[in-house]
């Protein structure tokens, strides 16, 4: 039975509301009819009404304290093969602010600059032997083990900081405190568990959130503002992607599939797990025939408005798996099946959502706003990556969020990813866009008039209207050729040599040969509180995303195998040369700011006989401000963090006691009733 695309409003809250006495839903009623909102917010204890989260005009507390327990939860999650809800027992964040009908996306945080946030963690998990401090450190291990980890925020790292060597075992209370510094930059960032062993397996089960820092800064003639300011009114949607790898187990322990290699099953009967690191394997994920959900659903549907700009923030809260978001309209002609295998899917884009789609604003990277709008009609978020944009549906209709086909380097698995579903948006009709960049650039220009204060809203009007720039809000300042004081390497490799012990391993050089795999009681990186180092990396077996805790950096250069910078504006990234390739991730990427990128390579492959034609050579720089102590780098792929792709940094302070940080370098187990250290 396919389903009517003109769907009454009324009918689809209705189906919206029917799956949650956990039965299974008619299939019919299914694809296209899950309205999805924004996740709670953590410590308003409600959802929000609409789809949209209407802006809070006033200031929330100074101080925060918010609870978040670690439990099994039972639910289920929608499965577009089957039209049918498979049941699960995935470990979650649970309590009074968690949506009972999607338990498996985390409450978002939403605090102010200058905010301290309380976050009391119950692991209320069963008892894990794995945890215990002699156990190997690197692969899967300590399931029930777990932390917490603000992905992208600028905070003491130590103590009961951002601290993500520490391991909450199952019976153990710990409170986190944030304290946010009043001039931290104001954006889109995230939180998840980051327990070394055991990190893939939990953020996989849905353990991640949005944390959301707001901003009421208006730029001075001698100070940047935050880009909220110039913002205010516009709606918010808060879009958190994540890759939940559950499968169902035959007696024997094998996961259930169709044949012998094909997608996962659940019969009827069954409760889909992650309980095993075989679900994290190059290409499973595209192989299991899972879906990307959006906040906990599955395949959901956003309702928006024709001509209403929209601030999306939205979170790559997965392990593995790029996305690469396109935004189409659907055909009015589409018909949307009962059922979506990933193959039918792929055939229903082909069929009904096949142009070039939509084109919309990135204004913000990980959190940090750009000093110039980006309008394109496709974005890829790499785990980790967060992407703000400015998105304006120009008509009437319903709209397909498409995972676009990616080049083979250019995606985590290295597989050429086809195009998959995301969700939809259906669009009332409202204001008429004649001309896409015209009418947001008007829009803005009417707001800057509005909101910025006498003096400075011509200067903002002025950058709106040469080219969509935003310099009076970029956070950081760019660090100049004669600010750097140091200099880091840094390379990712895979070691492969034995087949039964793969090795993930960084090198402190341009070179496998001195990669080693992570080890807690090493301190491999010492940096000085006040320097600003420029980073040259590489990897030299496959790509990685980057990702480094505390202080953001700024891309200098992405140089190809060619020799290419394709961080300009305009670049082509065609892998070196290839003529069929155009990789769209990298260009325009000059000059920003991230706090995780991508470092491709080409390797291995058999057709490139020199190593160096394979290798891109990504530079940045960074500043190490105002925070001591010690955190770690990693790739984050988040079992090749797990497998030890990971090391550990300290910055400390200038002609400091070095061996002090050292010192404190082992993981400290919190066990119940004590704490000590982890042996090496």
Same mark, same amino acid.
């Not at 951002?162 to 710990?174: A, E, T």
């Not at 559950?246 to 259930?256: E, F, L, M, V």
């Not at 790029?322 to 193959?343: C, D, E, H, N, Y």
């Not at 069929?580 to 491709?600: E, F, H, R």
């Given at each position: @039975?396919?389903?009517?695309?003109?769907?009454?409003?009324?009918?689809?809250?209705l189906v919206?509301?029917?799956w949650?006495?956990?039965?299974? %839903?008619?299939?019919?009623?299914?694809?296209a009819?899950?309205?999805?909102?924004?996740?709670?917010?953590?410590?308003?204890?409600?959802?929000?009404?609409?789809?949209?989260?209407?802006?809070?005009a006033? $200031?929330?507390?100074? #101080?925060?304290?918010?609870?978040?327990?670690?439990v099994?939860?039972?639910?289920?999650?929608?499965?577009? $093969?089957t039209?049918?809800?498979?049941?699960?027992?995935?470990? *979650?964040?649970? &309590?009074?602010?968690?949506?009972?009908?999607?338990?498996? %996306?985390?409450?978002?945080?939403?605090v102010?600059?200058?905010?301290t946030?309380?976050?009391?963690?119950?692991?209320?998990?069963?008892a894990?032997?794995?945890?215990?401090?002699?156990?190997?450190?690197?692969?899967?291990?300590?399931?029930?083990g777990?932390?917490?980890?603000?992905?992208?925020?600028?905070?003491?790292?130590? &103590?009961?900081?951002?601290? /993500?060597?520490?391991?909450?075992?199952?019976?153990?209370?710990?409170?986190?405190?944030?304290n946010?510094? &009043?001039?931290?930059? $104001?954006g889109?960032?995230?939180?998840?568990?980051h327990r070394?062993?055991?990190?893939?397996?939990?953020?996989?089960?849905g353990?991640?959130g949005?944390?959301?820092?707001?901003?009421?800064?208006?730029?001075?003639?001698?100070t940047?503002?935050?880009l909220?300011?110039?913002?205010?009114?516009?709606p918010?949607? !808060? @879009?958190v992607?994540?890759?939940?790898?559950?499968?169902c187990?035959n007696?024997?322990?094998t996961i259930?599939?169709?044949?012998?290699?094909?997608?996962?099953?659940?019969?009827?009967?069954?409760?889909?797990?992650?309980?095993n690191?075989?679900?994290f394997?190059?290409g499973e994920?595209?192989? *299991?025939?899972?879906?990307?959900?959006?906040?906990g659903?599955?395949?959901?549907?956003?309702?928006?408005t024709?001509?209403?700009?929209?601030?999306?923030?939205?979170?790559?809260?997965?392990?593995r798996?790029?996305?690469?978001?396109?935004?189409?309209?659907?055909?009015?002609?589409?018909?949307?099946?009962?059922?979506?295998?990933q193959? #039918?899917?792929?055939?229903f884009?082909?069929?009904?959502?096949n142009?070039?789609?939509?084109?919309?604003?990135?204004?913000?990277?990980?959190?940090?706003?750009?000093?110039?709008?980006?309008?394109?009609?496709?974005? /890829?978020?790499?785990p980790g990556y967060?992407?703000?944009?400015?998105?304006?549906?120009?008509?009437?209709?319903?709209? =397909?969020?498409?995972?676009?086909?990616?080049?083979?380097?250019?995606s985590v698995n290295?597989?050429?990813?086809?195009?998959?579903?995301?969700?939809?948006?259906?669009v009332?009709p409202?204001?008429?866009?004649p001309?896409?960049?015209?009418? !947001?650039?008007?829009?803005?220009?009417?707001?800057?008039?509005?909101?910025?204060?006498?003096?400075?809203?011509?200067?903002v009007?002025?950058d709106?209207r040469?080219?969509?720039?935003?310099?009076?809000?970029?956070?950081h300042?760019?660090?100049?050729?004669?600010?750097?004081?140091g200099?880091? #390497?840094?390379?990712?490799?895979?070691?492969?040599?034995?087949?039964?012990?793969t090795?993930?391993?960084?090198?402190?050089?341009?070179?496998?040969?001195?990669?080693?795999?992570y080890k807690?009681?090493?301190?491999?990186?010492v940096?000085?509180l006040g320097?600003?180092?420029e980073?040259?990396?590489?990897?030299?077996?496959?790509?990685?995303?980057?990702?480094?805790h505390?202080?953001?950096?700024?891309?200098?250069?992405i140089?190809?195998?060619?020799?290419?910078?394709?961080?300009?504006?305009g670049?082509?990234?065609?892998?070196g040369g290839?003529p069929?390739?155009?990789?769209p991730?990298y260009?325009?990427?000059?000059?920003?700011?991230?706090?995780?990128?991508?470092?491709?390579?080409?390797?291995?492959?058999?057709?490139?006989?020199?190593?160096?034609?394979?290798?891109?050579?990504?530079t940045?720089?960074?500043?190490?401000?105002?925070?001591?102590?010690?955190? %770690?780098l990693? =790739?984050?792929?988040?079992?090749h963090?797990d497998?030890?792709m @990971?090391?550990?940094?300290?910055?400390?302070?200038?002609?400091?006691d070095?061996s002090?940080?050292?010192?404190?370098?082992?993981?400290?187990?919190l066990?119940?009733?004590?704490?000590h250290?982890?042996?090496p």
């Amino acid at each position: @039975m396919a389903v009517d695309t003109k769907v009454s409003i009324g009918r689809l809250l209705l189906v919206g509301l029917a799956w949650a006495a956990f039965g299974t %839903v008619p299939a019919g009623a299914q694809t296209a009819e899950r309205l999805v909102s924004n996740p709670r917010v953590l410590g308003a204890g409600v959802s929000p009404p609409t789809s949209l989260r209407p802006r809070v005009a006033e $200031a929330l507390p100074h #101080e925060q304290v918010l609870d978040l327990n670690i439990v099994y939860t039972e639910g289920q999650l929608y499965n577009p $093969a089957t039209g049918r809800y498979d049941k699960v027992h995935l470990r *979650s964040y649970n &309590g009074t602010d968690v949506n009972p009908t999607a338990p498996y %996306v985390s409450p978002t945080i939403d605090v102010d600059a200058g905010d301290t946030i309380r976050v009391n963690l119950h692991n209320q998990l069963p008892a894990d032997p794995s945890c215990a401090p002699d156990h190997e450190h690197n692969g899967g291990h300590c399931f029930n083990g777990t932390n917490l980890h603000s992905h992208g925020l600028w905070v003491n790292p130590s &103590g009961n900081g951002d601290n /993500v060597l520490l391991s909450i075992n199952p019976g153990v209370k710990f409170q986190y405190e944030y304290n946010i510094p &009043g001039d931290h930059p $104001a954006g889109t960032f995230w939180y998840h568990t980051h327990r070394h062993g055991s990190t893939a397996l939990q953020v996989s089960s849905g353990m991640a959130g949005a944390l959301i820092i707001r901003g009421n800064r208006l730029p001075t003639g001698s100070t940047k503002g935050d880009l909220d300011t110039l913002l205010d009114g516009f709606p918010e949607r !808060v @879009m958190v992607f994540q890759q939940i790898q559950y499968a169902c187990r035959n007696p024997d322990g094998t996961i259930k599939r169709e044949g012998t290699d094909g997608p996962y099953i659940c019969d009827a009967d069954d409760v889909g797990e992650i309980e095993n690191y075989d679900l994290f394997s190059p290409g499973e994920w595209p192989d *299991s025939g899972r879906y990307t959900s959006i906040n906990g659903v599955v395949l959901p549907t956003f309702k928006a408005t024709q001509g209403q700009i929209e601030r999306w923030r939205m979170i790559h809260a997965g392990v593995r798996d790029t996305i690469s978001l396109r935004i189409v309209k659907m055909k009015p002609s589409a018909q949307i099946a009962a059922t979506f295998s990933q193959a #039918e899917a792929q055939t229903f884009i082909e069929q009904s959502c096949n142009d070039s789609g939509i084109t919309y604003y990135r204004v913000a990277a990980d959190g940090l706003t750009l000093a110039q709008a980006q309008g394109s009609n496709l974005t /890829v978020f790499q785990p980790g990556y967060r992407w703000d944009t400015l998105t304006v549906f120009p008509e009437a209709g319903r709209y =397909c969020l498409i995972d676009a086909s990616s080049p083979k380097a250019g995606s985590v698995n290295g597989d050429n990813p086809n195009p998959s579903l995301l969700g939809f948006v259906d669009v009332e009709p409202g204001t008429e866009v004649p001309n896409l960049t015209s009418y !947001v650039v008007n829009t803005l220009a009417a707001a800057a008039e509005a909101e910025m204060p006498a003096d400075i809203a011509p200067a903002v009007v002025a950058d709106l209207r040469n080219g969509l720039r935003f310099s009076l809000f970029v956070p950081h300042p760019d660090i100049a050729d004669g600010e750097v004081t140091g200099h880091q #390497e840094l390379t990712f490799f895979i070691d492969v040599s034995d087949p039964d012990n793969t090795k993930f391993e960084v090198s402190n050089t341009l070179s496998e040969a001195q990669a080693e795999p992570y080890k807690p009681d090493r301190l491999d990186r010492v940096l000085k509180l006040g320097g600003v180092d420029e980073w040259t990396m590489q990897s030299h077996f496959v790509s990685h995303p980057f990702h480094i805790h505390v202080n953001p950096f700024q891309i200098v250069s992405i140089i190809d195998p060619a020799g290419h910078d394709v961080s300009l504006p305009g670049a082509l990234d065609n892998d070196g040369g290839k003529p069929d390739v155009a990789d769209p991730q990298y260009p325009g990427l000059k000059g920003v700011w991230k706090d995780t990128l991508w470092i491709k390579s080409l390797l291995p492959n058999k057709d490139i006989t020199d190593p160096k034609k394979g290798l891109y050579t990504i530079t940045v720089r960074t500043r190490y401000e105002r925070y001591i102590g010690e955190f %770690v780098l990693h =790739c984050h792929i988040l079992d090749h963090e797990d497998g030890g792709m @990971m090391q550990n940094v300290a910055i400390v302070l200038p002609d400091g006691d070095v061996s002090a940080a050292a010192a404190a370098a082992p993981p400290l187990q919190l066990q119940q009733g004590h704490m000590h250290t982890k042996k090496p």
